[in-house]
């Protein structure tokens, strides 16, 4: 079976701080996804970003990185310099491997960015 | 290029009442997923669709429960009779699906009042 525990339930932030979003994951495929999304004020899930098993680079994209370390079955997610706009719930999640597309999702991290 | 697309965005109705939920998946997306929010489980996969044909239905609550796909390009959640648990806003995400988990890419959600 596959789970995800996202063991921060909210995080307060003052603006231009870093936070990092905790995701860790049990699975038993050794191939499988991993994603975030986030889901601002607005309501809508908006995809973050996918990586797959065999690629633990880490990456970065603007204020945003990903730390994936298959050893610890940790996935963490980095904003650098956060901003009011960053303000929302952000989900991880994990699918297996091949032909499984369903996705498990944790139960999400809320944001807070104050000014 | 157009989005998921769901409609209503907002429904409110009575207990016993039947209600219907549609989705219009993004174009050549072959993966069709229907999930469910509410703030005591989350996000919960109910059904997922493959080529318009269903594949795995174990997150279906119960018969009251059904959906359907009768083409590429729409799909429907119905709840009959419905009751006022089944209140949560209600997602539609597809993907392409190439043997291997692409990024599902979500409308808007419905949120579904049941009084």
């Known amino acids: 079976a596959q789970k995800v525990t996202q063991a921060q339930t909210e995080i307060s932030v003052v603006e231009k701080e870093d936070v990092t979003l905790d995701c860790v994951y049990e699975?038993?495929?050794?191939?499988?996804?991993l994603f975030w999304y986030k889901q601002p004020p607005s309501g809508e899930l908006v995809f973050l970003i996918r990586r797959n098993s065999f690629d633990e680079q880490n990456e970065i994209s603007g204020r945003y990185s990903w730390n994936f370390q298959k050893s610890t079955s940790s996935f963490n997610f980095t904003i650098t310099a956060s901003q009011v706009v960053d303000s929302a719930v952000y989900f991880c999640?994990?699918?297996?491997?091949?032909?499984?597309?369903?996705?498990?999702f944790g139960a999400g991290t809320t944001v807070t960015v104050r000014a | 290029d157009a989005g998921v697309i769901q409609s209503p965005r907002h429904e409110v109705t009575e207990m016993g009442q039947e209600v219907t939920l549609r989705c219009k998946p993004i174009?050549?997306?072959?993966?069709l997923f229907w999930y469910r929010q509410t703030m005591m489980r989350g996000l919960e996969l109910l059904i997922y669709?493959?080529?318009?044909?269903?594949?795995?239905d174990s997150g279906m609550p119960e018969d009251r429960f059904s959906a359907k796909m009768p083409n590429a390009s729409f799909s429907t959640l119905k709840i009959q009779p419905s009751e006022p648990r089944d209140s949560a806003v209600y997602f539609c995400?597809?993907?392409?699906?190439?043997?291997?988990?692409?990024?599902?890419?979500f409308g808007d959600g419905t949120r579904l009042s049941i009084l």
């Open positions: 669709f493959n080529n318009n044909v269903p594949i795995d």
């Open positions: 699975t038993r495929d050794t191939t499988y996804y």
């Open positions: 999640a994990l699918s297996g491997g091949s032909n499984d597309y369903k996705l498990s």
């Open positions: 174009s050549g997306h072959n993966s």
């Open positions: 995400a597809s993907s392409l699906a190439m043997g291997e988990a692409q990024p599902q890419h």
